[in-house]
């Protein structure tokens, strides 16, 4: 990265923009995520990009300025966390994946997922034939659109609508489970 704080009166406006708005920052990047060092990170990665963007934000005005920060942290949080979660996702299982926000789920929680997990693997055999290699490939395999389309003789294009009705199809028969599990 190229910083363009060659001048002395951009480091000084970059300092005082940090302090003026660093609560700011925090305020707003605590929305994303609740991990201190997560925060750390997003907000400096976030200053990266506003320091060389010093000829821009210098002449706008504190309202405006606000609402820039606001929504650079947001942006690079969720960049960071999307990029986070693909290295969690290459290695690591699903069950080392954290709840939304960081926490851990209760033990209530891991039983409702355990049972859903049952009640799939259940009615795995009931869904249709297509309907069990695109979600197999998609979720499990990690194929892509093309491979997917390949396997199916069908255009990539139309993988999208495809999955979405198998995931349709899946908690159906999973919502089903349930009630008759209920009885």
Sequence with gaps: MIFNLQESSDQD?????????????????????SNLSDQEDIVQDALLKLMNKVSV???????ILAGYVVSTIRNTAINYLKRQGREQGRCGSLEDKPFVGGESPSL??????????EGLLERWKDLPEKDRVLLEGKYILDYTDEELAARLNCKACNIRMRLSRA?????????????GAEL
């Design 13 to 33: 406006f970059i300092d005082k923009f940090s302090r003026d708005y660093e609560r700011l920052m925090f305020f707003t990047v605590k929305k994303y995520t």
């Design 57 to 63: 934000i210098r002449p706008l005005p504190c309202y």
């Design 108 to 117: 209530d929680e891991l039983l409702i997922l355990a049972e859903q997990r």
């Design 167 to 179: 995931r349709r199809r899946a908690m159906k028969l999973l919502i089903e489970w349930e009630e």
